[in-house]
């Protein structure tokens, strides 16, 4: 393992399942490996393995193209457990049986006996009514099993392959349709031959059946499709193959689409966001020293500040329509892999939300809801706070700044200076001992917590100007400390500039 560079992870029946579980297991293993292998899983007639949730993960992590799983036109199972087959134990274990002994005897006639037309009957029409409900439900109607990778379908014309789990049901629905019960369980034996037929395909010239022109090559790549799933026979069954090719195509296309046109409103809000990086720069510079977030609370009505604070909303809404369409997969689902999205999202966090901390203190929220990060944050910066510490980073080892950050690196950290203002306040005014030592421990909390970003560089220049919030705070403290040091009598709790309980 420790040489191997690629693997390919093959099973059949059952043992897809176990050789899906040993690609998954690979495949996380791949993550944190400095030498990731390179992993594919090849299947044949196995049954479902996992949920809708197993599905996205595979989707979100782009591992769909290392999953292939071959299908034959009427074998039962692969899909059996779109079904509740729970009810039919005891037929069932007669029919793994039947598959366990003809794979490795030839003789097996008592047991092949014991699987009379009756029980095949049954399991067959079981399996092919709760399918059929399923590829004509709503989309929000889901077997507890779900379909993950691409599937090649199979027949003795040729094979398609398909990577949309929708239409995957919907096609092996379709296939099965067509079937009878002995040919869905004796087809669970005959991946050799549908292995050599695929083969001799790719060395023939194909030709359409039926002499039609077609107005463009897709339409005629979608005929050719039905031919090779021999569902061309029917006109009924024909059109409905063709309505759930084409929607196949659609929503592999739409995500896609999105994506791109969100991109574009993402450039078009650019100009919004250009502006608010101009005023805090501003800001920075002015000559009242008071930086980007006291100079936004202790705002006028001037018409700059008054742009800002509209630009600051539609930059809301931009990103709140983003986490909208993600949460209701209207986007790609490797949205979050992509680095474009995640430095975007969080360059609009470290931008924006001193603002929207400055607001909520402006505008008194602090007397009605409480603090600002246990009751006033918006779920958006949670999200982005996710993305970003989800995200895979290479290892750089220790980078020190030789510079203040243009952005303070932590989004909130105007939010915690007003928490120890408030502390700060409470100290004087507060009788209780040990409440008096709650409240110093806190306030030098976050002063070593203060300390260590200034230090590291972490913060943008505006934090250390005059008259911010940040100096202003740290000015009360220290004379807080030395009236402490002055008169211990008055403060009992504090000595020699430490907290004693």
Same mark, same amino acid.
């Given at each position: 393992?420790?040489r191997c560079k690629?693997?390919?992870i093959t099973?059949h029946?059952?043992?897809?399942?176990?050789?899906?579980?040993l690609a998954?297991c690979?495949?996380?293993?791949s993550m944190v490996s400095p030498?990731?292998i390179s992993?594919?899983?090849?299947t044949f007639?196995?049954?479902?393995?996992g949920?809708d949730a197993l599905?996205?993960?595979?989707?979100r992590?782009?591992?769909?193209?290392?999953?292939c799983h071959?299908?034959?036109k009427h074998d039962?199972?692969?899909?059996l457990?779109?079904?509740?087959?729970?009810s039919?134990n005891?037929q069932l274990?007669?029919? /793994?049986?039947?598959?366990? &002994?003809?794979m $490795?005897?030839?003789h097996?006639g008592?047991?092949?006996? #014991?699987l009379?037309?009756e029980i095949?009957?049954?399991?067959f029409?079981?399996?092919l009514?709760?399918?059929e409900?399923l590829?004509?439900?709503?989309?929000?109607?889901?077997?507890?099993?779900?379909?993950f990778?691409?599937?090649?379908?199979?027949?003795?014309?040729?094979a398609?392959?398909?990577d949309?789990?929708?239409?995957v049901?919907k096609?092996?629905h379709?296939?099965?349709?067509?079937s009878s019960?002995?040919?869905?369980i004796?087809?669970h034996?005959?991946y050799?031959?549908?292995v050599e037929?695929v083969?001799l395909?790719?060395?023939k010239?194909r030709s359409f059946l039926q002499?039609?022109i077609y107005?463009s090559?897709?339409?005629?790549?979608?005929? /050719?499709?039905?031919?090779s &799933?021999e569902i $061309?026979?029917?006109?009924?069954?024909?059109?409905?193959? #063709?309505?759930c090719?084409?929607m196949a195509?659609?929503m592999?296309?739409?995500?896609?689409?999105?994506g791109?046109?969100?991109a574009i409103?993402?450039?078009?809000?650019?100009?919004?966001r250009a502006e608010?990086e101009w005023?805090?720069?501003?800001?920075?510079?002015?000559d009242?020293?008071?930086g980007y977030y006291d100079?936004f609370?202790l705002r006028?009505a001037?018409?700059r500040d008054?742009?800002?604070n509209?630009?600051?909303?539609?930059l809301?809404?931009?990103?709140n329509?983003?986490?909208?369409?993600?949460e209701?997969n209207?986007?790609?689902?490797d949205?979050l892999r992509?680095?474009?999205?995640?430095?975007a999202?969080?360059?609009?966090?470290l931008l924006?939300?001193?603002l929207?901390?400055?607001?909520?203190?402006?505008t008194?929220m602090l007397?009605?809801k409480?603090h600002?990060?246990?009751?006033?944050r918006e779920?958006?910066y949670?999200i982005?706070d996710?993305w970003?510490n989800?995200?895979?980073v290479?290892?750089?080892?220790?980078k020190?700044r030789?510079k203040?950050?243009s952005?303070?690196q932590?989004s909130?950290f105007?939010?915690?200076v007003?928490?120890a203002?408030?502390f700060?306040?409470n100290?004087?005014s507060?009788t209780?001992?040990?409440?008096?030592?709650?409240?110093?421990?806190?306030i030098?909390?976050f002063?070593?917590y203060?300390?260590?970003?200034?230090e590291?560089k972490e913060?943008s220049k505006?934090v250390?100007?005059?008259y911010?919030?940040?100096?202003?705070?740290m000015e009360?403290?220290r004379?807080?400390?030395s009236q402490?040091?002055?008169?211990?009598?008055q403060f009992?709790s504090?000595?020699?500039?430490?907290?004693v309980?």
């Amino acid at each position: 393992m420790e040489r191997c560079k690629s693997m390919v992870i093959t099973g059949h029946s059952l043992g897809g399942t176990t050789a899906s579980l040993l690609a998954i297991c690979l495949l996380c293993q791949s993550m944190v490996s400095p030498s990731p292998i390179s992993v594919v899983c090849v299947t044949f007639g196995s049954p479902l393995l996992g949920n809708d949730a197993l599905h996205r993960v595979i989707l979100r992590e782009r591992w769909g193209g290392n999953f292939c799983h071959i299908v034959s036109k009427h074998d039962i199972m692969p899909r059996l457990l779109l079904a509740p087959v729970a009810s039919l134990n005891p037929q069932l274990q007669i029919l /793994l049986h039947f598959w366990h &002994l003809s794979m $490795t005897h030839r003789h097996f006639g008592l047991v092949a006996s #014991q699987l009379n037309d009756e029980i095949k009957s049954s399991i067959f029409c079981f399996v092919l009514s709760h399918l059929e409900a399923l590829a004509h439900a709503e989309g929000s109607e889901r077997s507890p099993f779900w379909p993950f990778g691409s599937y090649v379908l199979c027949t003795h014309k040729g094979a398609i392959c398909v990577d949309n789990a929708n239409s995957v049901v919907k096609l092996m629905h379709l296939m099965l349709v067509m079937s009878s019960p002995n040919c869905a369980i004796e087809d669970h034996l005959n991946y050799r031959d549908y292995v050599e037929k695929v083969q001799l395909q790719f060395l023939k010239a194909r030709s359409f059946l039926q002499r039609n022109i077609y107005d463009s090559s897709y339409e005629a790549g979608v005929a /050719l499709a039905l031919e090779s &799933l021999e569902i $061309t026979t029917k006109e009924l069954m024909a059109r409905m193959g #063709q309505d759930c090719l084409k929607m196949a195509r659609r929503m592999g296309r739409t995500p896609n689409l999105n994506g791109a046109n969100l991109a574009i409103r993402l450039s078009k809000i650019t100009p919004y966001r250009a502006e608010i990086e101009w005023y805090k720069a501003c800001c920075d510079q002015a000559d009242d020293q008071m930086g980007y977030y006291d100079s936004f609370k202790l705002r006028g009505a001037s018409k700059r500040d008054s742009r800002v604070n509209m630009n600051r909303h539609k930059l809301a809404g931009f990103w709140n329509s983003v986490i909208y369409m993600l949460e209701n997969n209207q986007l790609p689902y490797d949205f979050l892999r992509r680095e474009k999205w995640v430095n975007a999202a969080q360059f609009y966090k470290l931008l924006v939300e001193p603002l929207d901390i400055a607001e909520y203190y402006r505008t008194g929220m602090l007397r009605i809801k409480g603090h600002y990060r246990t009751q006033g944050r918006e779920r958006r910066y949670q999200i982005f706070d996710k993305w970003w510490n989800d995200r895979r980073v290479a290892e750089e080892g220790n980078k020190k700044r030789s510079k203040f950050a243009s952005l303070t690196q932590d989004s909130c950290f105007w939010a915690k200076v007003e928490e120890a203002r408030e502390f700060l306040d409470n100290i004087r005014s507060e009788t209780d001992v040990m409440k008096r030592v709650w409240l110093c421990d806190k306030i030098n909390d976050f002063e070593r917590y203060a300390k260590e970003l200034i230090e590291s560089k972490e913060v943008s220049k505006d934090v250390l100007v005059k008259y911010s919030s940040y100096s202003l705070w740290m000015e009360e403290w220290r004379e807080l400390k030395s009236q402490m040091q002055q008169f211990p009598s008055q403060f009992p709790s504090f000595l020699d500039g430490e907290v004693v309980p």
